[in-house]
DNA sequence: TTAATCATGTAACACGTTACATGATTGC
DNA sequence: GCAATCATGTAACGTGTTACATGATTAA
């Protein structure tokens, strides 16, 4: 939320569509918690707010980063330690059913890879549509160092989906050895 | 924990060993957190404990799953509904700060970046060990179909590092090309 | 004698999710 | 008339992390 709000002053509900449409990919975030956690910042002095009187649509309350804020985004970028260990670390409900997948019936396994392929396809599509969007929001951002790493981040997710749509068709091909 | 106790009745100290050494890789549990959740299973009647006095060693409480608790694996195993969309959901702090890494030092981003290709060149090798790993656990295990779905789950890792390093590399490459 | 392994927990806090609550305006 | 978009929150609950507390035995 620092960064978004780095970027431009913004509201709880603009935050929220950032990250639902652009940041859903790496993080996710309800509703809910993105105004609680203003609230928390605020309280800290990372960001104030003023509220916005509209007419022609709901009152709304606007955040702004602080010095202090700005600070605090830039010591958590640039302490990186442990954090590594931290970034390869996957936690995956999906890879714990596979693991003990020898408790479901072998078709109920097959099913469940095949609709993750099927994930998967519709995914690396969707990345067709990444290039666009990105360049939309950079003419906003107006800052090229910026779109270059949301270039690299978004390389991340065709990379894996490809990856894992390789290994699911791997998976699948050995199951299917057993279970015609 | 339920999927580990209905390999065979154990206590809090082997499953938090399981999870250190072989789920790690794709969930990951503190020992306190254990020992909590099997207390919360107990009170749910899904396991139950009787305490092991040893003289050489410390005593010791030892779980197991009841019948009840083999339906609560089974229906968690199964019902599969929204879960894939989950599986896919990827959460991230490295790739926040890559997103963000417009507001560090360029060499800065390079470094943890290249710290990114170290972790992945590392967990590769050491994905060497797990095809003994899984021998040895599966003899504990007995069940053919059990072991064939870890190596299932041992190749996603591999796959997926694979894949982490060929992202770094191009990563590094697009920015090499500006900070010389 | 010092580190590793065996062994079990509590308390507090941080973070994430779900359910609920409200209400105006705009386009089909 | 109905759905979508704009707009902001509270309360409760569930899950994950950190810090703390204790103490025996065995191998280097």
Known sequence: MLGLLNYG??????LDKAFKESLSFFWQAQTSQIYRELAAMERKGWVNSEQVIQNEKPNKRVYTITGSGKEELKSWLCTSEADIDDAMRVRSAF????????????????????KYREACVGQSEAFGA????????GALVDNEDQIKYWKVVALFGEISYRAGLEWVNRAIALLEGECK
Do not use: K
Request: hydrophobic share 45%.
């Open 9 to 14: 002053s913004m509201t709880g509900y603009e």
């Open 130 to 137: 990444v290039p666009e969007s990105i360049a939309q929001y």
């Open 95 to 114: 890879l714990m059913r596979v693991f003990f997948a020898g408790e479901m019936e072998n078709g109920e396994a097959l099913s469940m890879l095949r």
